[in-house]
């Protein structure tokens, strides 16, 4: 096997098919990932879900509640970094991004439409996300604790529904191997250069 530029590009299309099968299936690794921000001078990860993918050019997505910290980290510094990582396959995926946010627009609302009444209450939750509380509460409207809402009740939380768009300007992959770990990084234009690791 030879280990070029034509074999590079096959694993990150290899990847790209893998993410899009994250999509359908929460079981997957990579239905799951990492997202790092900063806030002041603090890196700051969490993990989101992947909600969806545009391939050319390169592009993911996640669904965040507009009054989490994360909104005003990108909202101060768009730069962002994810981690994807595979432990069956032994493949780690790093991607430097620059992220937008997407609020009540064409976007927003078509993805709106479609999320489960389940997934709307989150975005009704009466205290912002990283809040203090007094004491441990569920974050959900009471009247929901163990039901959905009314589709028409749902849409309050629609204010607070923010989707965030990933636009990968360096994509980093690294195959773990026994007689020699495979790293590479490809950036916007195909452009491959291999690291050491």
Known sequence: MK????YAISVLKNEIKHLKNALKNSQDPYHYFYLSTINKNSPQSRTVVLRSINENPLKLYFNTDKRSNKINEIIKNPECNVLFYDNLRRIQLRLSCNAILHHKNELTKRIWENTALQSRKCYMAPHAPSSKLEKWEANLPKKYLECDPSLEDSE????????????????EIIELKYNGHIRFQIDQKNNVEFLAS
Request: hydrophobic share 40%.
């Open 3 to 6: 280990i070029d530029k034509k």
């Open 156 to 171: 309050q939380g629609y204010n607070n529904f923010y989707s965030i768009e990933l636009n990968i300007l360096l994509f």
